[in-house]
DNA sequence: AAATTGTTTGACATTATTGTCAAATATTTT
DNA sequence: AAAATATTTGACAATAATGTCAAACAATTT
């Protein structure tokens, strides 16, 4: 059967895109992939050569597009408070698009066998920097807290990305609904605007 | 060769424990939990009939070590805010004991084969809804600031765990040594505590 | 010391998954 | 339409991991 609306390698990589960082099928089979893009196995292997490097190909598109929108927003000419709203609005807003990318992260992150050529390939920017020096400036400033400003930054991806990751988690411990979890979230963003800042 | 100082059982378990959650070898083959425990791969097997069952076991009673002490905390008989500082102390100490515990919670939570008969068991508990009844207090009384009182819950776990299972790729994103790290994360111990409170 | 019970071992069968390859089929170029 | 190229398919080999089992061995009881 051939792909008439969408070249099969593309078909092939949007699917497990979709599987993997969508719908949290990090470990799915190469048959299992197939599947979801309903082409036969050896298709993943014929364009992409192996599974690894298919998973490394979809992941890395992933990265780069968040590396790049963060760097934007880092360095971004606005107000410093807004700056750092328009960063926890987008960073729900990844977290909730690929809820399980961070969730590969965590699983790669302390691999044993990582080495040199690991698909995670984290690292810092000069957009960062000049992000960090700005808290510090709004340190001096009297508008945050006084503390090492990498904190300020470990707070906000802490208070954005935990409950995201462990929504599922939290749902059973509070005993209370999804949608009402979901709605909790929502109104959570107000919260960490408030704790972030005096 | 015979164990002489541990019954093979306990020394099989304990083994497996540190390898899970200490090492981080969380899908670790039962070969490689009997190499590590320097016995044969079948006796894996004679004591504990399947690997799974001996993760599910060793999973279990750190669970409830956790569950246990946590209980104890939020009923504890002191000030809020003492006891808010015990449960921080207490979770760092134990994200630090064992940092591949959340790791495998995360790798979990979302799997799609989770059934009836998961691992994972995450509940409730009337303590937690006490010290949640706590949370509500003092935010009557002005002590915190006024909101869902599950936030508070969500940013005290988020502040302490989140930097901690994701300090490996913080250290290289921020690109500072890991001894640094480490001393900042003993110092935020002080800021997660003013974030907290007005 | 013979019998019973508990423990350890190596060999085996089973299962799951991966990547390769040659043959079949479709598409494009000449 | 013949040739060349690209894509798809099914069969195969290799690998890794799991659990079972009977036999060997050790310890304990009678």
Redesign the pocket.
């Known amino acids: ?3 008439i609306d969408k ?3 593309k078909l092939i990589k949007e699917k497990a895109t979709a599987l993997f960082f969508v719908l949290g099928h990090i470990n ?4 299992e992939i197939a599947d979801y893009a309903g ?9 992409f ?5 298919l998973f490394k190909i979809t992941y890395d598109e992933l990265i780069t597009n968040l590396k790049s929108s963060l760097k934007k927003i880092y360095i971004s000419k606005q107000p410093f408070s807004n700056k750092v709203e328009e960063l926890i609005d987008f960073l729900i807003f990844f977290r909730e698009s690929y809820p399980y990318l961070e969730k590969f992260n965590i699983q790669e992150i302390n691999n044993i066998n990582r080495s040199a050529d690991s698909i995670l390939q984290p690292q810092g920017s000069a957009e960062l920097n000049y992000f960090i020096k700005e808290v510090e400036q709004e340190m001096e400033n009297g508008l945050i807290k006084k503390y090492h400003p990498i904190n300020f930054i470990l707070n906000i991806f802490s208070l954005v990305s935990f409950p995201i990751v462990m929504k599922p988690l939290f749902i059973e411990i509070f005993d209370i609904d999804k949608s009402e979890f979901i709605a909790l979230l929502k109104a959570r963003k107000q919260v960490i605007k408030t704790i972030l800042f005096n």
Chains 1, 2 share one sequence.
Do not use: D, F
Request: with cysteine; hydrophobic share 20%; net charge positive.
């Open positions: 059967m051939p792909n070249c099969t390698e799915a089979s190469s048959q082409v036969k196995r050896t298709l993943v292997n014929y364009y050569r192996s599974k690894n490097n």
